[in-house]
Antibody, heavy 121, light 107 residues
Framework: EVQLVESGGGLVQPGGSLKLSCAASGFTFSKHSMSWVRQAPGKGLEWVADIIRDGSQAYYVDSVKGRFTISRDNAKNSLYLQMNSLRVEDSALYYC??????????????WGQGALVIVSS | DIQVTQSPSSLSASVGDRVTITCRASQGISHSLLWIQQKPGKLPNLLIYAASTLQAGVPSRFSGSGSGTDFTLTISSLQPEDVATYYCQSYFGGPRTFGQGTKVEIK
């Protein structure tokens, strides 16, 4: 059974930092790209970042470039999101999502329960 | 970066109606598009990937079509349990981009 379990969310002041973790199990983690997606209360889904299988390349939505860093440890089946210089508008539920593996295979088919990040003074 | 524009932003239809949601990409993305359903208070759920491939366990009343820049999600006969917000997402290249979402309600 595929499981994605996020941790590390919480309340932080504007300008502060937080690191999210995602523990993956039930699939071959090293064969999948992985993504972070966030959803502010009452708002739509926003893709934040993704990282390819070996961790050598990552992509970010423009609003977090230079502030957030996605990383992974394939030996630990873990995904991370280091968030610096946090802003009020970064407040959201952050989902860890199983992403692409190969052509004709599903992606974004498993989502974690989410880690809540609240940025407030 | 590729942008995706989804329409309409909301719709209200009767049970049994055929419902269509469209998604337009700012540049050609081949078949690299998926559709996600999110019911109120629930996790997002993959419906369709590769533009038209139905995810396992998804009812056959859902279908997807299109390629290049124009895509469609169709619900052939709307059911009460289909009340949800639907998102398209491009995954062509590295960055992924969600559409703005379409909220589907029962009339």
């Amino acid at each position: 059974e595929v499981q994605l379990v996020e941790s590390g969310g919480g309340l932080v002041q504007p300008g502060g930092s937080l690191k999210l973790s995602c523990a993956a199990s039930g699939f071959t983690f090293s064969k999948h790209s992985m993504s972070w997606v966030r959803q502010a209360p009452g708002k739509g889904l926003e893709w934040v970042a993704d990282i390819i299988r070996d961790g050598s390349q990552a992509y970010y939505v423009d609003s977090v470039k230079g502030r957030f860093t996605i990383s992974r440890d394939n030996a630990k089946n873990s995904l991370y999101l280091q968030m610096n210089s946090l802003r009020v508008e970064d407040s959201a539920l952050y989902y860890c999502v199983k992403d692409w593996t190969e052509v004709s295979r599903p992606l974004f088919d498993y989502w974690g329960q989410g880690a809540l990040v609240i940025v407030s003074s | 970066d590729i942008q995706v524009t989804q329409s309409p932003s909301s719709l209200s239809a009767s049970v049994g109606d055929r419902v269509t949601i469209t998604c337009r990409a700012s540049q050609g993305i081949s078949h690299s598009l998926l559709w996600i359903q999110q019911k109120p208070g629930k996790l997002p759920n993959l419906l369709i990937y590769a533009a038209s491939t139905l995810q396992a366990g998804v009812p056959s009343r859902f279908s997807g079509s299109g390629s290049g820049t124009d895509f469609t999600l169709t619900i052939s006969s709307l059911q009460p349990e289909d009340v949800a917000t639907y998102y398209c997402q491009s995954y062509f290249g590295g960055p992924r981009t969600f559409g703005q979402g379409t909220k589907v309600e029962i009339k």
